[in-house]
Each structure stands twice: as C-alpha cells, then as structure tokens.
C-alpha cells in the first residue's frame, strides 16, 4: 500500500510581509497531482494545516478548496491538528466529512480509533495523534506529568492496546505532531517547550510500522519507520538550505 506523507503547510502564512497564498494554492495543486500521478492509496497530513488559531478568510478558503481536491481523489486523506491550529476550529463537520474520505483527527480523546484500510496483503489502522498540549491534556490521558513524553507515551499506550485487540498481521501507522529528540529544528517552528523541554524520545512510537510526523520544517528521517515530511514551502531564511518535498511510503 502506497501513502503520501506531507505536512506543515501553515495556509495563511505570510513571509516578511509577502502573501503567500497563491504558492499554497499551487503547493496543493502538487500534492492532489502527485497523489493522483504516483497512484498512492492514502494522504496522510501531519498538522499545523492553518498557520494561526483563526485563520484568515483566504486561507479558510484555500483550505475549502483542498478539500474537495482531496474528495475528489477517491483515497481516504487522514489530518491531524498541530500546534498552530485550532483543534475544535479545524475539527467542526469531521463526522461529515469522513463520508468523502476525509478523516479529521483533532480530538484527543479519538487517538485510540484508526482509520481503517483493507488491502489485499491485510488490514492497515491509520491513528491520528493531534498535537497534544501537556498541561491541558494529561489528566484527559492519565499521563503521569505535564510533559511532552508523558503525554505521548499515553496516546500510544492506548493506540498499542487498541492494535493487541485487532487481528494478527494488522499494519499500523501513526501521524503525530512533536519534536522528537534526534530530529532538527529550524527557527520558523513555534516554541513548544514545557519546563525547557520540548521533545520526546522516538521510543515512544516502539511497535508502530510506520510513524508520519509533523512541526519540524525541515524533511527528514529520525530512524527507519520515522519520518518527518517537512513543510512544502520555505517559511525562513533558516530554510535556505532545505530541499522541500513530499514523502512516498510503500507499505
């Protein structure tokens, strides 16, 4: 099974004061035609869809319009919210739009709940962790701290009990939104930090086949089974030397 992996593409976001919606639009023409051109079977968008809490109206706008290019693929497309977005915001009509293929992750409290693929060679669960705030959600995920690595420990503990109750040979794939540790930064990703600590350590996704991750811009692989995608643009001189891209997963 094929996948699109990509990420991070801050819709509304401008660049020293020069709009940038028309490179987004194109950047979202090129990933609804590289979908389409590389016959991948799914999307996978790994937050920070919108670039502030409350977007402007082009950017709502843009966002509307790839929608529907997604809906029009015929592939299910799985998104998580990120740190810049509003979950709630971004989340309103996801039970609808799950109808078209379009399956919004913003709730933590749905972490557990894949999306779920059938293909020839088994089952595939797809889990979407949004972005997950520590001091808001911990007591919600009975994490042990208000830390990065106690909340996302919790999220996958639940996700790895969800997969032992599913039927042997089922794939998984998770997309989150986090730094995590061995991976770099740029200067255009908001601060995240919690008591001084912003990342958590890859061990946390152990037993997962595949982990799409977002927040950090630059494309990159943390080990074997995770990978950051990258955002489709420049957002800062600290950019310059990146090489932008979408990422391919043959599964």
């Known amino acids: ?21 028309d490179a987004q639009r194109k950047i979202l023409d090129h990933i609804c035609d ?6 991948a079977d799914a999307l996978l968008i790994a937050g920070d869809i919108y670039d502030r809490a409350i977007p402007s109206l082009d950017a709502v ?11 029009d693929l015929g592939i299910p ?18 039970a609808l739009l799950a109808r078209t293929g379009v399956h919004l992750r913003t709730n933590p409290a749905h972490t557990a709940t894949p999306v779920l693929l059938e293909t020839p060679a088994g089952t595939v669960a797809v889990y979407g962790v949004p972005y997950l705030e520590p ?56 601060d995240i930090s919690v008591g001084g600590v912003d990342h958590a350590p890859a061990s946390v996704f152990d ?24 955002s489709p643009l420049a957002y800062s001189f600290s950019e310059t030397g990146h090489t932008k891209s979408l990422t391919l997963i043959d599964l």
């Open 207 to 230: 037993g997962i086949d595949y982990v799409a991750l977002g927040h950090l811009h630059g494309a990159q692989q943390v080990n074997d089974h995770i990978h950051y995608s990258g």
């Open 77 to 94: 497309a799985i998104m998580i919210s990120g740190n810049h977005d509003s979950a709630h915001r971004l989340g309103v009509g996801s």
């Open 61 to 71: 706008r843009l966002f509307n319009q790839g929608l529907n290019q997604m809906a």
């Open 34 to 39: 590289t979908a389409r051109n590389e016959q």
């Open 135 to 190: 001091t808001l959600v911990r007591t919600h995920l009975e994490a042990e701290e208000a830390s990065h690595q106690a909340v996302l420990s919790s999220a996958l503990d639940r996700i790895r009990a969800d997969l032992a109750d599913r039927p042997a040979g089922t794939r998984s794939i998770v997309l989150a939104h986090a730094f995590v540790t061995g991976a770099t930064g740029c200067r255009s990703e908001r």
């Open 1 to 21: 099974m094929r996948f699109l992996h990509t990420s991070d593409w801050h819709l509304g976001r401008r660049f020293h004061g020069e709009d940038l919606i």
